[in-house]
T-cell receptor, first 109, second 114 residues
Framework: SQQGEEDPQALSIQEGENATMNCSYK?????LQWYRQNSGRGLVHLIL?????REKHSGRLRVTLDTSKKSSSLLITASRAADTASYFC?????????FGAGTRLTVKP | NAGVMQNPRHLVRRRGQEARLRCSPM?????VYWYRQLPEEGLKFMVY????????ESGMPKERFSAEFPKEGPSILRIQQVVRGDSAAYFC????????????FGPGTRLTVT
């Protein structure tokens, strides 16, 4: 069954702006991962944050995790047109991955 | 090190035919996951397999769908008597072990049922 739910469903911003996507989930997790999918392609793993971590950085990506609120956010700073893609959060519950429906990000040049 | 391979990339089947989708995990990976993505929707988990074992098939329809991951060879997702609603992209992913490991995704197989 689905677990994570991303918000918003779609986001459109100008190049250079920051993009924030949120993910909420229902049950306790081992870790939470964010993936990116370019149109018509497979998913690419972006970042994994464990349940005992609160924040993680990777380049222009910043992920936070609040287990008390069962939510996570993905921040992309200084966005580029090439960041246009769908972004999915996935929760690891007892070794099973569950994905949300994704946020479709459009970065306008 | 080649990534996760899926074939065919595109598959067209008439209603009632069988579809066989193959997934070769990354070298050294013994865990395989299958996902289905309907147009404009997110991924939905179908089944999780380890070599020769089905670990979790809670996301797989009870009828017409089956999956295997034999000791030798690729993982196979088999759909019998396909219907139009089976048209989707099917992605497989692999990981080296269970729990807390990144999953590496293949490029997907796009199934079209006419």
């Amino acid at each position: 069954s689905q677990q994570g739910e991303e918000d918003p469903q779609a986001l459109s911003i100008q190049e250079g702006e920051n993009a924030t996507m949120n993910c909420s989930y229902k049950t306790s997790i081992n870790n939470l991962q964010w993936y990116r999918q370019n149109s018509g392609r497979g998913l690419v793993h972006l970042i994994l944050i464990r349940s005992n971590e609160r924040e993680k950085h990777s380049g222009r990506l910043r992920v936070t995790l609040d287990t008390s609120k069962k939510s996570s956010s993905l921040l992309i700073t200084a966005s580029r047109a090439a960041d246009t893609a769908s972004y999915f959060c996935a929760t690891d519950v007892n070794n099973d991955m569950r994905f949300g429906a994704g946020t479709r990000l459009t970065v306008k040049p | 090190n080649a990534g996760v391979m899926q074939n065919p990339r595109h598959l067209v089947r008439r209603r009632g035919q069988e579809a066989r989708l193959r997934c070769s995990p990354m070298k050294g990976h013994s865990h395989v996951y299958w996902y289905r993505q309907l147009p404009e929707e997110g991924l939905k988990f179908m089944v999780y397999l380890q070599k020769e074992n089905i670990i979790d098939e809670s996301g797989m329809p009870k009828e017409r769908f089956s999956a295997e991951f034999p000791k030798e060879g690729p993982s196979i997702l088999r759909i019998q008597q396909v219907v139009r609603g089976d048209s989707a992209a099917y992605f497989c992913a692999s990981s080296p072990a269970a729990g807390g490991y990144e999953q590496y995704f293949g490029p997907g197989t796009r199934l079209t049922v006419t």
